[in-house]
Structure formats: C-alpha cells, structure tokens
C-alpha cells in the first residue's frame, strides 16, 4: 500500500511541477475600503426615513434593507425587526417586510414611536395632541396631554421622566409619570421638531424654523449649536461627539464636528427625509473552525474560518494557535470570504486553535475553538519524504496527503 501510494504522489509531482506555482497564499476577499465613517463606532449602520421609503445603509454607504412606504419615524429593534410611524398606524415588520405586530386605535397623526425597555410603546400624536404608552396588547398604560400642541417627538428617558416636543407653543418639555412638568426649555424656539436628551444631562434641540440644532444644559444655556441649516428635522449625537442632522429641506444628512463643520453628508434618492436612527451594532457570530485535528509536528495544516455579521459588515481575524503564537489581526475581508491560515507546529502535544472576529467597527465575536493533536514526528526514510522536507513550502497538499495515512 505505502509503494502503491508513493507512486501515485511521483506521478502527480511531475504533473505539478509544470503548473505555475503562486508565491504563498492568495486570500479572496479582502477589502481596505471600508471604515467606520460618520462616527459610528458602535452603531455602524443607520435607519433612514423619508416620505416616500425607509432604508438601512452600512457605513460604506450600502443599502442593506429597504421598506417601500414612507415613514414620520423610525427604530430598528433589538429583535431585528423595524418599527415605523406611519400617520394612522403604528406597525412592526420584520426583515422580510412581514407585519409582526400593529397599533393603530384612534390615531390621526403618528409623528414619533419609541420601543420602551419594558416592551410597551411610545407614540405621539400631533393631530391627538397626546402622548401614550401602550402594551403589546393594544391597551393604553399611560397618557399626556395637558397643554400639547401640535407635539411631534416624545422620549422616555433613563429615569422615568418623558421628554416632550411640544412644536406650536414652542417648548421642550420633561414630565414625570404622573404629568408633573420637571423641566422646560422655551427660549428662542420656532417650531421645534426633535428633542434628545444627552448623556451629559444636557438637551440637544432640534429648531426647525430657526435653522438651527442647539444643544442646552440643564439651566437652559446654550453650549453648542450648529446654524444655517435647511429644515432640520432630526438630530443625534454620536458616540465619538460629532452630531448628526437630517435636513429636510435640503434632502440630505449631514454629520458635524463640535466645530460645526461637516464631515459627512449623505442624500443617494432621498425624497423630503424625516429621521435617522442609528442602528445597535450586533457582534459578528462566533468563528467555526475547520480542519485537521490530529497530525505530525513540523508539517504545515490548513484551517478554514466560517463567520457572518448581522450588520453585514467586514471582518478582522485573529487566530491563537495554543503554542504561543498568532496570526495577528489580519483583514479587513467579506465575511463569505474570511481567507483559509497555515501552521506548523514543532512539538509534541496537544493544541487549542482560537480564532475570533471583530467587524470594522469594533464589535468582538466570541472565541471559537479547535483541540489539535501533533503526536509524532516520524522518521524521513525515502528520497520523496527527504525532497518533500527539503522544500517544506512547494507541495503542501501532498505532505497533508501523507499524513494523512500516516506516511509521512
């Protein structure tokens, strides 16, 4: 058998040795275009609605989802699927479009919806002139109304209050859950439209008629505004301290620095935008490892790595190869395309294979593992082993070949 085998692999070197042979690996699939712009460190991806649609772009720009009814507001759920106000209706839809879950008992003008950390839902209605809270059931837990008009963005915040956009009387206003007013901002607004509580404690304001986004503290000072917009309806904060705007008017997005200048802009087929939301970031799935469990030291093995994005991100890969060496951050590269690693251990044992991916913005995966024995190191006792071993790196598929029937 071993005689049999050895003639067969001399027939396929000389085949081989007439083919062009690559100097080292080719990895498919890697890409160093894509970065994390807009400031998305975290969040990556963002909702976008307008009139007529609403979208999801990653941060190179790409239209990963798209819901052909427009939409006052928007919110990707933890859950994957998309929650929309659509002025008679509050719906729910999953990735494929499909109704999960809908609240629509006398509305007349839905111009905001938030999913709460309970489950319930936000709503506000400017035709209403309410702002409620509703269960998965339909049933109204919670209601505000006393002196709105025209109220057009509602938010729950961190500790129970509810901040409020109240447009016609021109006022941002905090309530507590039993409708005592706790804090208000009034100074200078002309129909304000978003409102957005800050993690400093400060209040950042969307001023439609004024142009402007402005951004309060807590005694109603202003520390930051951006001026000379086109219809702002929607701003937020990003996590690196730039702050995005929707300019409705203008049919664009715009990101700012603390400085006010603009560093990003975005407007590919926009029909009068109404909001963005940023997209949680969700980790990239845990590496599967494939390969060759057992060997012999001093031979080089492949190992396949299969990983996917949620957000559709690409991938950095770190391999532990469990003898005190790794790959390094290598990337970034399409998930369908994470490049195959070779490595040859020199001693006797037992190895665990790690790999993990991070996707461009960060987000770590989990630590997929393979147990890898190397459990002899046989003596090279015929011209093809010697040849083989004085040109390790020429015909690797023939020294795994071998090895695999323990011949080498």
């Not at 649609?53 to 990653?58: A, G, K, L, P, Y």
């Not at 469990?293 to 990983?307: D, E, M, V």
């Amino acid at each position: 058998m071993r005689k049999k085998i050895i003639n067969i692999l001399l027939c396929v070197l000389l085949i081989i040795s007439f083919t062009f042979i690559l100097p080292g690996p080719t990895f498919l699939g890697k890409t160093n275009n894509e970065i994390c712009n807009c400031g998305r460190q975290i969040e990556c991806s963002a909702l976008i609605a307008d009139n007529t649609r609403v979208i999801e772009i990653n941060n190179t720009e790409d239209m990963v989802w798209q819901y052909n009814i427009g939409s006052a507001d928007v919110e990707k759920l933890y859950n994957g699927n998309v929650l929309l106000a659509q002025t008679f209706i509050v719906t729910e839809v999953n990735i494929l479009g499909g109704l999960v879950w809908q609240y629509s008992s006398g509305l007349a003008g839905v111009s905001d919806v938030e999913r709460l950390n309970n489950g319930n839902t936000l709503i506000t209605d400017m035709f209403n002139n309410y702002v409620i809270e509703v269960n998965i059931s339909g049933g109204i837990v919670w209601q505000y109304s006393a002196g709105l008009s025209f109220p057009l963005d509602a938010e729950r915040l961190s500790n129970g209050n509810t901040l409020i956009v109240n447009n016609l009387v021109n006022t941002v206003l905090e309530v507590t859950s039993n409708g005592t007013v706790v804090w208000q901002y009034a100074t200078g607004l002309w129909s304000p439209s978003d409102a957005e509580r800050l993690s400093n404690g400060n209040t950042l304001i969307t001023d439609y008629l004024n142009s402007r986004v402005i951004e309060v503290n807590s005694s109603g000072s202003i520390v930051w505004q951006k001026t000379g917009l086109l219809g702002p309806k929607d701003a937020e904060r990003l996590s690196n301290g730039n702050t995005l705007i929707v300019e409705y008017d203008n049919n664009r997005i715009i990101e700012v620095n603390s400085t006010g200048d603009i560093v990003w802009s975005y407007s590919t087929a926009l029909n009068l935008p109404n909001d963005i939301e940023l997209v949680p970031n969700q980790p990239p799935t845990t590496p599967i490892i494939a390969g060759p469990n057992k060997g012999l030291i001093n031979i080089p093995y492949t190992f396949i790595f299969q990983a996917t994005d949620p957000g559709g991100h690409t991938l950095y890969i770190f391999v532990d190869w469990g003898d005190g060496s790794n790959s390094g951050w290598l990337g970034p590269y399409l998930p369908s395309l994470l490049p195959p690693l070779v490595h040859t251990w020199t001693t006797q044992g037992t190895y665990t294979v790690k790999a993990r991916v991070k996707d461009v913005c960060g987000e770590l995966s989990g630590w997929g593992s393979l147990s890898v024995t190397m459990p002899r190191n046989k003596a090279i006792n015929t011209p093809i082993f010697q040849f083989l071993d004085n040109y390790p790196n020429l015909f690797p598929f023939l020294r795994l070949f071998l090895a695999k029937y323990g011949q080498y």
